[in-house]
């Protein structure tokens, strides 16, 4: 059986780490909170402290699907991606964490695909069906988070829909009229809309007429 640093030196280095970390007393853990927010990074995170946003960040960097040991290849990697956060505009800390696992899903997807056409099926077939499996996957995930993220800032809307009615003497007419909108708003939008609709026109009834009686004959209206 190959030794833990052969499989990864990293994990050694970890795991002796934890073990002198229980022999020795465990130091206090403070946990500090800016009271003044500075939002410089608020493009990256969506969160108004700063320190939310710099940890996000850092985190996405580290979970992409690249040589981490790198410093020029993270660096590039890690500017491309923080640009397109950037670019989706996170208004708030949720969206900044569906942002981040967005893109390193999106990220995880590609390198599967890339993977899986690296092994020819000729020669690698259930190496390239698996890589192709989990690219699937990877795939549905972004799919996810992106009507998750298209309804956390979809929120708070509705959708009416008035039905406007108008009866001519011959023919009738029914309008749709959708409004859509945060509650509020579509309340407002509706008051402005007619609250009632056109009456059919009645029908003449025939009235009666008084009988006058004619000399010389019967009775006539």
Same mark, same amino acid.
């Given at each position: 059986?190959?030794?833990?640093?052969?499989?990864?030196?990293?994990?050694?280095?970890?795991?002796?780490?934890?073990?002198?970390?229980?022999?020795?007393?465990?130091?206090?853990?403070?946990?500090?909170?800016?009271?003044?927010?500075?939002?410089?990074?608020?493009?990256?995170?969506?969160?108004?402290?700063?320190?939310?946003?710099?940890?996000?960040s850092n985190l996405v960097i580290r979970a992409l699907p690249v040589n981490q040991s790198n410093a020029e290849v993270v660096s590039e990697a890690?500017?491309? !991606? =923080?640009?397109?956060? +950037?670019?989706? $505009?996170?208004? *708030?800390? /949720?969206?900044?964490?569906?942002?981040?696992?967005?893109?390193?899903?999106?990220?995880?997807?590609?390198?599967?695909?890339?993977?899986?056409?690296?092994?020819?099926?000729?020669?690698?077939?259930?190496?390239?069906?698996?890589?192709?499996?989990?690219?699937?996957?990877?795939?549905?995930?972004?799919?996810?988070?992106?009507?998750?993220?298209?309804?956390?800032?979809?929120?708070?809307?509705?959708?009416?829909?008035?039905?406007?009615?108008?009866?001519?003497?011959?023919?009738?007419? !029914? =309008?749709?009229?959708? +409004?859509?909108? $945060?509650?509020? *708003?579509? /309340?407002?939008?509706?008051?402005?809309?007619?609250?009632?609709?056109?009456?059919?026109?009645?029908?003449?009834?025939?009235?009666?007429?008084?009988?006058?009686?004619?000399?010389?004959?019967?009775?006539?209206?």
């Open positions: 059986m190959p030794a833990l640093s052969d499989l990864c030196p990293e994990m050694e280095s970890a795991s002796k780490q934890y073990g002198e970390a229980n022999l020795t007393k465990k130091s206090e853990v403070n946990i500090k909170i800016d009271r003044s927010p500075k939002s410089e990074w608020k493009a990256l995170g969506g969160g108004d402290r700063d320190q939310w946003n710099e940890r996000l890690g500017s491309a !991606v =923080a640009a397109g956060v +950037v670019d989706m $505009k996170p208004a *708030d800390p /949720v969206e900044g964490m569906l942002m981040a696992q967005l893109v390193v899903a999106n990220e995880a997807a590609l390198s599967m695909y890339q993977r899986a056409w690296a092994c020819p099926p000729d020669h690698y077939f259930e190496a390239h069906t698996k890589y192709l499996q989990l690219a699937d996957k990877a795939s549905r995930t972004v799919a996810m988070l992106t009507e998750r993220l298209d309804q956390h800032r979809g929120r708070g809307q509705q959708q009416i829909v008035v039905k406007h009615v108008t009866v001519n003497a011959d023919q009738a007419m !029914v =309008a749709d009229s959708i +409004v859509t909108g $945060k509650t509020n *708003d579509v /309340v407002s939008a509706a008051k402005l809309l007619p609250a009632t609709i056109d009456q059919p026109m009645s029908n003449i009834e025939p009235q009666q007429q008084e009988t006058v009686p004619i000399e010389g004959g019967t009775n006539s209206k």
